[in-house]
T-cell receptor, first 116, second 115 residues
Framework: GAGVSQTPSNKVTEKGKYVELRCDPI?????LYWYRQSLGQGPEFLIY????????DSGLPNDRFFAVRPEGSVSTLKIQRTERGDSAVYLC??????????????FGPGTRLTVL | DQQVKQNSPSLSVQEGRISILNCDYT??????FLWYKKYPAEGPTFLIS?????DKNEDGRFTVFLNKSAKHLSLHIVPSQPGDSAVYFC??????????????FGTGTRLKVLA
């Protein structure tokens, strides 16, 4: 089916390295979200795109984290100088448009990032 | 400060009986609430939602109840089936006037339905 896809499914990297995580939303969905889920926790909001622009980046933990969506479809989450505390499952979601009833977010399977 | 709380990390229920999962929230600006189900190695899957103007929404075996005065919502599954065994997340959104539609999630409740 044409759900949200994320690549890679798993990423192991060393402390201090740079990583990119990719999200392909459902075709036609204008809203895209990134969340991070640590062990034993619920997903935690990172950033929300409406089209190409970041409408809300209040969840990005620090300036090592950055995300882009240059053509309003695929998005890339970029993490610089990774730290062990960045280890988590990074989830991407998309919705037809932003918010409210009948615009529920559909999630991808996630990328499990492990920083050694 | 946890704005959405699921105080029961786990719940076991016999097949055919009712499962009740609870969720509390603190932010009165939340106007939309959802339940997601998550299986291992998969992303959360939307289950059911409710707007703050309603107090009940039903979809097949799933019913969500909202008590705004108590800032409490619950998910009822009846009858429970073994395939319902998963982690259930409560989520809230406060989109009204804020321009953002992010979800705030609880920590999840692991439901196990025993055959």
């Amino acid at each position: 089916g044409a759900g949200v896809s994320q690549t890679p499914s798993n990423k192991v990297t060393e402390k201090g390295k740079y990583v990119e995580l990719r999200c392909d939303p459902i075709s036609g969905h204008t809203a895209l979200y990134w969340y991070r889920q640590s062990l034993g926790q619920g997903p935690e909001f990172l950033i929300y795109f409406q089209g190409t622009g970041a409408a809300d980046d209040s969840g990005l933990p620090n300036d090592r984290f950055f995300a882009v969506r240059p053509e309003g479809s695929v998005s890339t989450l970029k993490i610089q100088r990774t730290e062990r505390g960045d280890s988590a499952v990074y989830l991407c979601a998309s919705s037809l448009k932003g918010g409210g009833p009948h615009n529920e977010q559909f999630f991808g399977p996630g990328t499990r990032l492990t920083v050694l | 400060d946890q704005q959405v709380k699921q105080n029961s990390p786990s719940l076991s229920v016999q097949e055919g009986r009712i499962s009740i999962l609870n969720c509390d929230y603190t932010n009165s600006m939340f106007d939309y609430f959802l339940w997601y189900k998550k299986y291992p190695a998969e992303g959360p899957t939307f289950l059911i939602s409710i707007s703050s103007i309603k107090d009940k929404n039903e979809d097949g075996r799933f019913t969500v109840f909202l008590n705004k005065s108590a800032k409490h919502l619950s998910l009822h599954i009846v009858p429970s089936q073994p395939g319902d065994s998963a982690v259930y997340f409560c989520a809230a959104s406060g989109s009204r006037g804020s321009g953002t539609y992010k979800y705030i999630f609880g920590t999840g409740t692991r439901l196990k339905v025993l055959a």
